[in-house]
């Protein structure tokens, strides 16, 4: 398996190599609050100190409207003054108390311009998001223990290879789908090593998951020129596309393989994992009832993951959803409309790449255990040759198992 291991590799690193971005970091222009300040602004925290609901005695009932005539206080390093609040946060439920991201206007010679001297951007959520991202990691260290650790390794490296990689790669004007295959590649190389360990399974689950990338990768570049795809639908999107010159194809593409790679990567090592299972307690089934049986477990995990896939979108497109549902129009005219088409291309070459999947993981599976590589086994597990009942175990009851029917 090093063998076949080592192009794949090999091929990876010199992705990362070639397409690794060299240029400047890129600002976008008018990129938005968060990106750019005028001259003398600066971005600052503020602590909301008094909110006046004043009546705007207009006579209208729109809450929008009342909002317009609400005042705030804020307070940043010790220094208060008034705060512009968009209608639609008040509506939020900004109160005193809050802690706001503001751009601080105290110090800018727009001051009288604006207004005020300071102007609403968002909340700040770094604490509770946080401390949710502190839970998650005891809860999984909690219940899955040092494997746990290792694959919250693979997520920080997952993190890492987007962040440092792909998104300045894509901004560097590198192939977009090239580099999100490179960057899936090295996500899955070491990700999936750390947490299941060294073994010719996980090596099996790898070459899966990797062919599960290129037929997704393919089918999506395929899928999305000939559906039209390239138009820019939010206002992120046309100022990117704008800016930078990015093809919106090319992106739409990115964002499906990194969608389908979890995904991938959890349909491939159970399907490995039930293969070197069923030769474990069964070594005497031949090539063909070992691919049946495994396939029967495969074709589970098919059900239930396309429902994964499909609910994580809807969820995700649920706002768009019910705009477009506000209006006359068929369901399926709803489905073929701008960003609600995108999603479901999404869907459907997402969900093909991972039906194909499961069959080629398991197929190389069952080439790989047939081999003689069966008893190279994850090192925590107990090992034993094909068709041999002279080793150890892994328990009692595995060693007298009937095979399953």
């Given at each position: 398996?090093?063998?076949?291991?080592?192009?794949?590799?090999?091929?990876?690193?010199?992705?990362?190599?070639?397409?690794?971005?060299?240029?400047?970091?890129?600002?976008?222009?008018?990129?938005?609050?968060?990106?750019?300040?005028?001259?003398?602004?600066?971005?600052?925290?503020?602590?909301?100190?008094?909110?006046?609901?004043?009546?705007?005695?207009?006579?209208?009932?729109?809450?929008?409207?009342?909002?317009?005539?609400?005042?705030?206080?804020?307070?940043?390093?010790?220094?208060?003054?008034?705060?512009?609040?968009?209608?639609?946060?008040?509506?939020?439920?900004?109160?005193?108390?809050?802690?706001?991201?503001?751009?601080?206007?105290?110090?800018?010679?727009?001051?009288?311009?604006?207004?005020?001297?300071?102007?609403?951007?968002?909340?700040?959520?770094?604490?509770?998001?946080?401390?949710?991202?502190?839970?998650?990691?005891?809860?999984?260290?909690?219940?899955?223990?040092?494997?746990?650790?290792?694959?919250?390794?693979?997520?920080?490296?997952?993190?890492?290879?987007?962040?440092?990689?792909?998104?300045?790669?894509?901004?560097?004007?590198?192939?977009?789908?090239?580099?999100a295959m490179v960057a899936a590649s090295a996500i899955m190389v070491v990700a999936l090593y750390l947490a299941h360990g060294v073994s010719p399974r996980t090596t099996t689950a790898l070459f899966g998951t990797v062919a599960g990338i290129i037929i997704t990768g393919l089918l999506g570049a395929w899928m999305t020129s000939w559906?039209?795809?390239?138009?820019?639908?939010?206002?992120?999107?046309?100022?990117?596309?704008?800016?930078?010159?990015?093809?919106?194809?090319?992106?739409?593409?990115?964002?499906?393989?990194?969608?389908?790679?979890?995904?991938?990567?959890?349909?491939?090592?159970?399907?490995?994992?039930?293969?070197?299972?069923?030769?474990?307690?069964?070594?005497?089934?031949?090539?063909?009832?070992?691919?049946?049986?495994?396939?029967?477990?495969?074709?589970?995990?098919?059900?239930?993951?396309?429902?994964?896939?499909?609910?994580?979108?809807?969820?995700?497109?649920?706002?768009?959803?019910?705009?477009?549902?506000?209006?006359?129009?068929?369901?399926?005219?709803?489905?073929?409309?701008?960003?609600?088409?995108?999603?479901?291309?999404?869907?459907?070459?997402?969900?093909?790449?991972?039906?194909?999947?499961?069959?080629?993981?398991?197929?190389?599976?069952?080439?790989?255990?047939?081999?003689?590589?069966?008893p190279s086994l994850p090192r925590n597990a107990g090992a034993r040759t094909t068709g041999s009942h002279h080793a150890e175990p892994r328990n009692a009851e595995a060693h007298h198992a009937e095979p399953p029917q």
């Open positions: 398996m090093i063998v076949c291991l080592l192009p794949l590799v090999l091929i990876t690193i010199g992705g990362l190599f070639l397409l690794w971005p060299h240029g400047p970091e890129q600002d976008l222009p008018g990129g938005g609050p968060m990106t750019n300040t005028a001259d003398g602004t600066s971005h600052a925290e503020a602590r909301v100190t008094s909110v006046d609901a004043a009546d705007c005695e207009t006579g209208e009932s729109d809450p929008m409207v009342q909002a317009d005539c609400t005042t705030f206080m804020a307070e940043v390093d010790g220094q208060e003054g008034s705060l512009y609040v968009t209608p639609d946060a008040i509506m939020g439920g900004v109160g005193v108390g809050d802690t706001l991201k503001v751009l601080d206007f105290t110090k800018s010679p727009d001051r009288a311009a604006a207004g005020t001297d300071y102007v609403f951007i968002d909340y700040d959520r770094d604490v509770p998001i946080l401390a949710l991202a502190i839970i998650y990691g005891l809860v999984v260290l909690a219940i899955a223990g040092f494997r746990g650790l290792r694959a919250l390794t693979g997520l920080a490296f997952a993190g890492a290879v987007l962040l440092v990689f792909m998104l300045p790669a894509i901004l560097d004007s590198k192939p977009p789908i090239l580099v559906a039209n795809l390239g138009i820019a639908y939010t206002e992120d999107g046309f100022l990117l596309a704008e800016t930078t010159g990015v093809s919106m194809t090319d992106l739409i593409v990115c964002a499906i393989l990194v969608t389908g790679l979890g995904v991938l990567n959890d349909v491939t090592i159970t399907q490995a994992s039930a293969v070197w299972e069923l030769a474990d307690v069964a070594p005497d089934l031949k090539s063909r009832q070992l691919f049946a049986r495994a396939m029967r477990i495969g074709r589970d995990h098919i059900a239930s993951t396309v429902y994964t896939i499909t609910f994580a979108y809807v969820g995700s497109a649920l706002t768009t959803l019910i705009i477009i549902s506000a209006h006359d129009q068929s369901f399926f005219e709803t489905l073929t409309l701008g960003e609600m088409s995108i999603e479901v291309v999404s869907i459907l070459v997402c969900s093909i790449g991972l039906v194909i999947a499961i069959p080629l993981t398991t197929a190389l599976g069952v080439l790989v255990v047939r081999s003689g590589l069966h």
